[in-house]
């Protein structure tokens, strides 16, 4: 006759996962979470096995089109710290059994938040309930735009880390400094530098025996505000040769490009976002001394100007001539990018801003994307000038 091991009468700890998913992967009430997470608990044997499924259910989100950031944005934005922490520990134990996927995907990999080896450790009831929240999560992930071009092979970006780096620091100064016009003369500066290597590597890709194609990238756009955010993302994409389209249930953006022009429109919306939020703090600040309180809706206008305001002034920098030479060049990457965003998304709907109705708002916010504009591109050739 046997006996009963580690709270499992059949003294299988597969078995008795099944049952805890079972029980609470499939339902929505807490009732049935309690139920997976006290058989859970009550065997320290199924731990192995829990993780082991842990890392078939991120495998699971990889084939459905979801990137590290992806999961790890959706769980903090639906769950707590604790589950953020748990998927990415699931994610680095998933990743020495996963394939190569390029150096994006590596850099994502490397942002992943660390354990907390101060934390207090939960007891076994409690850190199951944590663990079949996450899973529940994961489960139901729907499937994404795959990124990856079927039709094209990985290939290794040729940007040129000099200027990147160049970029980085110019806008990480504009960021940083108090006063607006020298930011805008530094991310102005850093807009050409965009322009000029954009032209760069498109030259050399019209040059190279294999031409490159377009990829694609997702870009958080989170609440609150997030269509002023997302306004202010697409405006961006559009003048860097891309193309963004904006999932607001998920907060994100794809933005798809030449792998150079993604990474600028990354570095640049970063920083206008920086920008504009510090820029929306002092007239806040200007606001409540002048005997009005902080409101949501200055907030929403203001971030709605900027992004309006700078949209204006970006495509006017997109609109900079160029000598015929180079006209063939950027139109056919042109007509790339078109065609990867109309296969990853035959249908697309637009959406109107909401909720901009703060006067003050929408002049300070309009004021603040004059003083973080970018400027004009210079002339661009094929030929040295």
């Known amino acids: 006759m046997s006996s009963s091991k580690n709270g499992d009468p059949h003294g299988d700890p597969a078995g008795t996962v099944d049952r805890a998913f079972r029980a609470a992967l ?18 320290p044997a199924t731990d192995a096995e829990l993780a082991r499924r ?67 450790r939960a007891d076994r009831f409690t850190h199951a309930t944590v663990v079949l929240e996450l899973y529940r999560l994961l489960l139901r992930l729907p499937a994404l735009e795959p990124l990856e071009d079927p039709r094209s092979g990985h290939r290794e970006h040729r940007g040129d880390a000099r200027t990147l780096g160049r970029i980085r620091a110019l806008l990480a100064k504009a960021e940083a400094t108090g006063y607006p016009e020298e930011a805008e003369a530094l991310t102005a500066k850093a807009q050409e530098l965009m ?23 997702r870009i958080g756009v989170e609440p609150p505000y997030e269509q002023a955010k997302a306004v202010l993302l697409d405006a961006v994409a559009t003048a860097n040769h891309c193309r963004a389209v904006w999932n607001e249930p998920f907060a994100f953006s794809t933005v798809v490009g030449f792998e ?30 002048g005997g009005r309180g902080r409101t949501k809706t200055f907030r929403q ?45 035959p249908r697309t709907t637009t959406t109107r801003l909401r909720g901009v109705s703060d006067e003050a708002g929408w002049t300070e916010g309009a004021r603040a994307a004059d003083r973080a504009q970018v400027g004009n591109r210079p002339r661009l050739s094929l030929r040295p000038e």
């Not at 499939?26 to 065997?43: E, I, N, Q, R, V």
């Not at 707590?80 to 994006?104: E, K, M, N």
């Open 26 to 43: 499939y339902a929505d009430d807490d009732t049935a979470l309690d139920t997976g997470a006290s058989l859970l608990a009550a065997d």
């Open 54 to 120: 842990g890392a078939e259910f991120v495998a699971q989100a990889w084939r459905r089109g979801w990137q590290p950031a992806d999961v790890v944005r959706i769980v903090r934005r639906e769950l707590d710290g604790t589950h953020v922490r748990l998927a990415g520990a699931l994610i680095r134990a998933q990743a020495p059994d996963d394939r190569p996927r390029g150096p994006r995907w590596t850099a994502q990999l490397a942002q992943l938040e660390e354990p907390d080896e101060h934390a207090a």
């Open 195 to 217: 322009a000029r290597h954009s032209v760069d590597e498109a030259l050399l890709d019209a040059r190279a025996p294999a031409k490159d194609t377009p990829g694609a990238c």
């Open 260 to 289: 150079g022009d993604l990474v600028a429109v990354e570095l640049l919306y970063t920083s206008l976002l920086v920008q504009a939020q510090s820029a929306m703090a002092k007239a806040e600040a200007a606001q409540r001394a």
């Open 301 to 345: 206008s203001f971030l709605a100007a900027y992004a309006h305001r700078v949209g204006d002034r970006l495509r006017t920098a997109a609109e900079a001539p160029v000598t015929d030479d180079l006209l063939p060049v950027l139109a056919s990457r042109e007509v790339a990018v078109t065609d990867r965003t109309e296969r990853m998304f």
